[in-house]
């Protein structure tokens, strides 16, 4: 009878110690199954993402470029020699200027979510980053909302395309704006700017605010196509700056601010120094 135990016993064990085996196997199947489920999904909403820009991309470059035609035309009615002559066609030529900016932009974001290609070359972060914040100025100011803007001692040159880069910026400060805004008595929302070197010649960009900062079960979605968290967004402003922020090599990502609110991160490759 004891020998007869001793042998059940080993048969149950090894009978347990196979049900534990499948068990770890069915639980790794159904892991890749969810990862494989979630990459299918993320090229689904990119895919969307694509042809979604592709047809902004149009209905946009119409009105620029009626706009920047009506500008060539304007231009022939300036009376010659009136005191507002030589104004009236620097502002005019200024629209020209921001049409084809405007332009210039979507064709890139249009071509980066198509083929994934960044024409990246040497630039100086600092007066990139710097325009940005000039453009910004009034919007923050309309807010409410001051922002400082800091690099922690060193040339920030980067190897990136200078109007993506600047688009990125674009989206984080103006999320940051609404979000301090949202948050704060009136004059008392304020945003940081922050450029410092990081790990693997990379440089770190960091945009904090002083919002209410984002949920903890949503930080990992807000990067997704077509995932937003406000009533009136359409999901695609965080995706294309992670689509073009991946594309340079670098990576972006949510952390929140000890103060309070949320501190949006992305890296740039540092360009290769010149011998």
Not at 38 to 53: E, N, Y
Not at 55 to 66: D, M, V, Y
Not at 116 to 144: F, R, S
Request: hydrophobic residues 45%; aromatic residues 4%.
């Amino acid at each position: 009878m004891v020998v007869a135990l001793l042998w059940n016993r080993k048969r149950l064990q090894r009978t347990q110690t196979s049900l534990n085996l499948e068990c770890d196997r069915r639980a790794q199947a159904e892991e890749l199954t969810r990862k494989l489920q979630m990459r299918l999904g993320r090229v689904d909403k990119q895919s969307t993402l694509s042809a979604l820009a592709a047809r902004i991309a149009h209905e946009i470059n119409q009105p620029l470029i009626a706009l920047k035609n009506y500008a060539l035309a304007a231009k022939r009615y300036v009376p010659p020699g009136s005191a507002n002559a030589g104004k009236l066609t620097e502002l005019l030529a200024k629209m020209e200027g921001e049409a084809d900016r405007a332009g210039s932009i979507i064709r890139k974001i249009r071509t980066l979510l198509s083929s994934g290609q960044v024409d990246a070359i040497p630039v100086d972060l600092n007066p990139v980053l710097k325009e940005v914040l000039a453009l910004m100025k009034p919007e923050a100011d309309a807010h409410g909302c001051r922002i400082d803007y800091r690099v922690t001692g060193f040339a920030p040159i980067v190897q990136a395309d200078a109007l993506q880069v600047q688009l990125v910026m674009v989206n984080l400060l103006r999320n940051a704006v609404e979000a301090a805004a949202s948050d704060a008595p009136r004059g008392g929302a304020s945003i940081s700017v922050i450029v410092g070197e990081a790990a693997d010649r990379m440089v770190e960009v960091s945009v904090t605010d002083s919002g209410p900062g984002v949920p903890a079960d949503e930080v990992g979605d807000i990067f997704e196509s077509l995932y937003s968290t406000k009533e009136t967004g359409m999901g695609v402003g965080l995706a294309t700056c992670r689509t073009i922020i991946e594309a340079h090599g670098g990576r972006i990502w949510c952390t929140p601010n000890p103060a309070g609110g949320a501190i949006f991160h992305f890296t740039l490759p540092a360009a290769e120094a010149k011998d």
